[in-house]
T-cell receptor, first 115, second 116 residues
């Protein structure tokens, strides 16, 4: 398996623009997580899905952030409008949960810079 | 709420020397514990995990970690460090989620530098 695939790897955008980050989880995994990594706050969980349904979005910082998972093989994280303080590395992770605990597998991340 | 403390922000060791990275957690129940490694510009790779059973767990790349409930610790060790081990290491505690899986709370990370 190719692992968790995120696109783009790097994104530079101007303040106020809409940004969409994409994630393809590992085939067969039924949980998907979006994390954000910054120097100030470290790694934070933004939202997670189970069987394509958003379960907990309490980590989403503001209404400007939204996430969807229209099917088991694709998820998006959208920021509209973007602000400079959204600059961070955004990671998607997936895991499979059937009959026990398993670990999360991370993508390589999207480095977002908002200027 | 759960939390993870990695008291060492930076550690420098010589190649071939032993390594121990410290991790302390706070969680009211039996924790699920993880160590991840992140190389520059890369995602997080799982080194090892503890769910239950033997408190000494073996991972990839020659790493091991020991769960000590009395000390709320899960320190990562390697007997002989290689230059390729230079990276950032994250300890995490997992809390069970509705529907399965774990919500990971990460420590702030320890940056490992290896001197040749």
């Amino acid at each position: 398996d190719a692992g968790v695939i995120q696109s783009p790897r790097h994104e530079v955008t101007e303040m106020g623009q809409e940004v969409t980050l994409r994630c393809k989880p590992i085939s067969g995994h039924n949980s998907l997580f979006w994390y954000r990594q910054t120097m100030m706050r470290g790694l934070e969980l933004l939202i997670y899905f189970n069987n394509n349904v958003p379960i907990d979005d309490s980590g989403m910082p503001e209404d400007r952030f939204s996430a969807k998972m229209p099917n088991a093989s694709f998820s998006t994280l959208k920021i509209q409008p973007s602000e400079p303080r959204d600059s961070a590395v955004y990671f998607c992770a997936s895991s499979h949960h059937q009959g026990g605990n398993t670990e999360a597998f991370f993508g390589q991340g999207t480095r977002l810079t908002v200027v | 709420a759960q939390s993870v403390t990695q008291p060492d922000i930076h550690i420098t060791v010589s190649e071939g020397a032993s390594l121990e990275l410290r991790c302390n957690y706070s969680y009211g129940a039996t924790p699920y514990l993880f160590w991840y490694v992140q190389s520059p510009g890369q995602g997080l790779q799982l080194l090892l995990k503890y769910f239950s059973g033997d408190t000494l767990v073996q991972g990839i790349k020659g790493f091991e970690a020991e769960f000590k409930r009395s000390q709320s610790s899960f320190n990562l060790r390697k007997p002989s460090v290689h230059w390729s081990d230079a990276a950032e290491y994250f300890c995490a505690v997992g809390v069970g989620l509705t529907g399965g899986g774990n919500k990971l709370t990460f420590g702030t990370g320890t940056q490992l530098k290896v001197e040749l």
